[in-house]
């Protein structure tokens, strides 16, 4: 394992006695964000989607935004440097001193490198990697389907988990939009950056014993059952 010591390590040095992370670990269309909105309501904690963040920073025109716009356009990684400094400050906020549920990240070796420096520094309870698995087939359909609503990004799917109304949120009213990075021809690109730099995390994980198979072809109910029980031996529901 390579000597860490980035960014991510360097600006939470000093935080001590985290709780627990849990990581959403599956291809682009997993169900990834879906169920991690619901493992942060069960057990309260803050649920971290790399993606959002990123997105946020587009909307709101800043650097880093400016920075991750056009490779996310073309479905290509942001560099792990940028990641990790604005997990780093996300995490260092207090909210996520219980712990926190990550949905898209690591994302690569030097990620999870860097986040395991993290675990080991700061106490981190313990990490638990559930690992999405979806037969490929089925995340174009899931991904081209998708819509995601303006105000609180809940999440439907216009084949499987329509909006009782077109194009508005059941929940609360607010429009439902269509990811720009959900066409066709940059899924391609999403799902090969996958295969070639987030995959090897299942083998990385596996050797630490921290990684737990999920049947993410199941309906969201089953999933979110089955990602209960594991994590009940670990928390308590809140
Ligand atoms: P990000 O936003 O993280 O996207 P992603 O990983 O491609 O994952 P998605 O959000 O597309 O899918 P999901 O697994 O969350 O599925 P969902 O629950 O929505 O990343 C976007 C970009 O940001 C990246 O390409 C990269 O450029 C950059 N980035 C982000 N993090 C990075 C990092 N760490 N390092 C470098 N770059 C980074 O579900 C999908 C659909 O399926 C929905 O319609 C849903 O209703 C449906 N569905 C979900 N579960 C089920 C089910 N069980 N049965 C039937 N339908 C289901």
Redesign the pocket.
Request: no cysteine.
């Given at each position: 394992m390579a000597d860490v010591t980035g960014d991510l390590g360097r600006c939470l040095e000093g935080v001590q006695g985290l709780g627990h992370a849990v990581i959403l670990l599956?291809p682009?269309?997993?169900?990834?964000?879906?169920?991690a909105q619901r493992i942060a309501q069960r057990y309260s904690l803050p649920h971290l989607?790399?993606?959002?963040m990123?997105r946020d920073n587009i909307d709101r025109d800043t650097d880093l935004g400016r920075k991750?716009k056009p490779?996310?356009e073309r479905?290509?990684?942001?560099p792990d440097e940028i990641?990790v400094g604005m997990v780093a400050d996300r995490i260092n906020q207090p909210d996520c001193a219980k712990g926190f549920v990550f949905?898209?990240?690591?994302?690569?070796l030097q990620?999870a490198d860097d986040l395991e420096h993290i675990a080991k520094r700061n106490q981190l309870g313990c990490t638990i990697v559930l690992h999405?698995v979806v037969n490929p087939e089925l995340l174009m359909r899931?991904?081209t389907?998708?819509r995601i609503c303006t105000a609180a990004g809940h999440?439907?799917?216009i084949y499987?988990?329509p909006p009782r109304r077109d194009s508005v949120c059941d929940l609360d009213g607010s429009p439902l939009i269509h990811r720009a990075?959900d066409s066709e021809d940059v899924i391609g690109g999403?799902l090969a950056?996958y295969d070639k730099q987030t995959q090897p995390l299942v083998k990385y994980y596996t050797l630490r014993g921290l990684l737990s198979p999920i049947d993410?072809m199941?309906?969201?109910d089953a999933?979110t059952e089955n990602i209960s029980r594991i994590l009940d031996g670990v928390m308590a529901p809140r």
């Open positions: 599956g682009p269309g997993a169900g990834k964000g879906t169920q989607s790399t993606g959002d990123f991750a490779l996310m479905g290509q990684l942001v990641v949905d898209g990240f690591p994302r690569t990620q999405m899931r991904l389907g998708r999440i439907y799917n499987q988990r990075d999403r950056a993410a199941a309906g969201v999933v």
